[in-house]
């Protein structure tokens, strides 16, 4: 090939050609030579590699049509990644346009729709996005976030004078209790001595590894206060390592499956020289019965990976309450989900309700409209094209009222009305200056 780069080309060709001929030009696209004058003929490309064929950009999510004058959507858009246009963004990627980018710029927020992490304009905060923590000067700019891009990294402990750093109070770490997603690394290498777990980080679900230290994303290393992680929610390591080692006292660890929490394969865990399992054992710091065999990141049935039986809320717990306790429950799969407020408690024989949501009670506590159980039927409610009134049966059922009623519903005690017709009977208030129409 390297013989065919160096034939001298028809001026035309830019110097890029195949041949010494004005046909033998390469695809203005490639970056090199060529072995051929297609897009798909190239040795490199100029911008972007969309499957085998160079390109100027990836085919846009939206096209324009000249029959209709209308940008249309793009059933064949892809996205660049790189140098290469892919139909689907790598797993530990977001969305920003079309291009699939680690982080969302700062003038943007990341949210996830169907299942795509997007960046969109952070006009409207629906969660509040932390920023990477520098020197934890800005600590207190934390509170409230549910999800920090970025990375947690070495909690200053004590001064350092080194990096003009000032020690943090420890109870200031109590902000991360509302973070559910670290985009980054979470790296414990100093915790506050008296601090026997991260708890704190109590609703952290998911690690997302796309920026990586070494590549690990997960490190917890030479702490000797530690003794139980408590990750209790974490259930997703994106990508990245997970290292453990030199927790003189932490147990545990030993019990959990990582590869759970892992989305690839190539993912590994290197846990090391911590509190021996035989000694956690002897001290029963091992797993609460009501886990499964996946394990558990403390002490309690609200430690585990995953329950053995069935959960209600964090808790792993041996049964739902489908027929007993103050509220009762039903089955979803193995997660134990309440009746709603409005379903009548059923005896401790029969179940109370039957699935989520005010329409699945087996019976209504107060008055059933339709297929759900309310409070009371509709008094005035905004309909499409008009206000909704019904009124009750003595069954409770809730009955529209004649449309000829001007407003409020009929009263309910058929004998109190005497032997009118029901439907043509209408009141402005229940048991007030009732009226004929
Ligand atoms: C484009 O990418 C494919 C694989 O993704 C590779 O086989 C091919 O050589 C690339 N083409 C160019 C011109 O770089
Ligand atoms: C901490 O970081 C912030 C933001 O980067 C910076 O403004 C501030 O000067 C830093 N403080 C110290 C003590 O380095
Ligand atoms: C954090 O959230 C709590 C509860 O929603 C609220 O009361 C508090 O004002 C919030 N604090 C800040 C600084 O946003
Ligand atoms: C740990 O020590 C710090 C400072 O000595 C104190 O403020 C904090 O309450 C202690 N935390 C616990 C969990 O004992
Ligand atoms: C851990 O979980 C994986 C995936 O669910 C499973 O294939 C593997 O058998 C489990 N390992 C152990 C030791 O239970």
Redesign the pocket.
């Known amino acids: 090939l390297s013989t065919v780069t160096k034939t001298v080309c028809a001026e035309q060709c830019d110097g890029r050609c195949f041949g010494p001929f004005v046909s033998d030009c390469c695809h203005r696209e490639?970056?090199g030579g060529c072995f051929g004058p297609k897009d798909?003929d190239?040795?490199?490309?100029t911008n972007f590699?969309?499957?085998?064929?160079?390109v100027t950009q990836c085919p846009q999510p939206f096209v324009y049509n000249p029959t209709s004058f209308q940008l249309e959507h793009n059933p064949g858009a892809k996205y660049t990644y790189g140098?290469?246009c892919v139909k689907k963004c790598p797993h530990n990627f977001v969305v920003d346009q079309s291009s699939c980018v680690r982080a969302c710029p700062s003038n943007k927020m990341e949210v996830e729709e169907s299942r795509i992490k997007m960046c969109i304009p952070a006009l409207i905060s629906v969660q509040k996005v932390g920023h990477v923590i520098h020197n934890w000067t800005n600590i207190d700019k934390f509170v409230n976030c549910t999800k920090i891009n970025g990375n947690l990294v070495h909690v200053p402990i004590r001064r350092d004078v080194y990096h003009n750093i000032e020690a943090l109070d420890p109870e200031k770490l109590n902000v991360f209790r509302t973070v559910r997603e670290v985009t980054g690394f979470l790296n414990i290498q100093s915790w506050p001595d008296n601090m026997t777990d991260l708890s704190v980080f109590s609703n952290l679900a998911t690690i997302g590894g796309r920026a990586l230290y070494s590549g690990i994303s997960l490190l917890v290393l030479k702490q000797q206060g530690i003794s139980s992680l408590q990750l209790q929610s974490l259930r997703e390591i994106s990508a990245g390592n997970v290292h453990i080692a030199e927790n003189s006292k932490l147990c545990y660890y030993n019990t959990l499956n990582w590869t759970q929490l892992f989305s690839t394969a190539s993912q590994k865990v290197l846990i090391r020289n911590n509190r021996s399992p035989k000694e956690c054992s002897r001290d029963r710091m091992v797993c609460d019965p009501l886990c499964s065999d996946a394990g558990c990141w403390g002490p309690g049935p609200d430690q585990c990976l995953s329950c053995r039986h069935f959960s209600r809320g964090r808790t792993c717990v041996d049964a739902c309450h489908l027929h007993d306790g103050e509220i009762r429950e039903y089955a979803n799969g193995s997660v134990c989900v309440e009746c709603d407020a409005q379903c009548e408690r059923a005896d401790d024989d029969s179940l109370t309700c039957n699935g989520p949501g005010p329409e699945h009670c087996i019976k209504c506590l107060h008055f059933k409209d339709g297929p759900n159980c309310v409070e009371k039927c509709p008094d005035g409610l905004q309909g499409a094209n008009s206000f909704i009134f019904k009124y009750a049966e003595s069954n409770n059922e809730c009955h529209p009222c004649h449309s000829n009623c001007t407003q409020g519903y009929v009263q309910t005690h058929v004998s109190y009305l005497g032997n009118v017709n029901l439907e043509r009977m209408c009141a402005v208030q229940v048991g007030v200056s009732l009226f004929r129409h």
């Open positions: 490639c970056a798909t190239c040795f490199a490309c590699n969309d499957s085998g064929a160079c140098a290469f």
